[in-house]
């Protein structure tokens, strides 16, 4: 079993910055692939970012690239979402999640945390 509990999300005004972080915990082998989701009100739940092959390689969305940048701290088992130059679009509850390796479908992910809020003011 594998547990994600996010936190760093708050209220940032339009161009600002947050830092997202996803403490990982139980068979954290079973994390090779870490990505962050979002889900705006009324929205569906869209992809973020992704880090593969425990931080080899990594992808984005393109409404954030550039903007954001996923990393991994395997030392203290966490997985970092560093969010600049934000934008009112950015706001949404923001979900990590864990999975095998590969290429995965939203669906393949084995595990979720609850979720932090991210309010970007304009």
């Known amino acids: 079993q594998v547990q994600l509990v996010e936190s760093g999300g708050g209220l940032v005004q339009a161009g600002g910055s947050l830092r997202l972080s996803c403490a990982v915990s139980g068979r954290t082998f079973s994390t090779n692939t870490m990505a962050w989701f979002r889900q705006a009100p009324g929205k569906e739940r869209e992809f973020v970012a992704v880090s593969r092959w425990f931080g080899l390689t990594t992808s984005y969305a393109d409404s954030v690239k550039g903007r954001f940048t996923i990393s991994r701290d395997k030392a203290k088992n966490t997985v970092l979402l560093q969010m600049n130059d934000l934008k009112p679009e950015d706001t949404a509850v923001y979900y990590c999640?864990?999975?095998?390796?590969?290429?995965?479908?939203?669906?393949?992910?084995?595990?979720w945390g609850q979720g932090t809020q991210v309010t970007v003011s304009s």
């Open positions: 999640a864990a999975g095998p390796p590969g290429r995965l479908k939203d669906d393949e992910y084995a595990y």
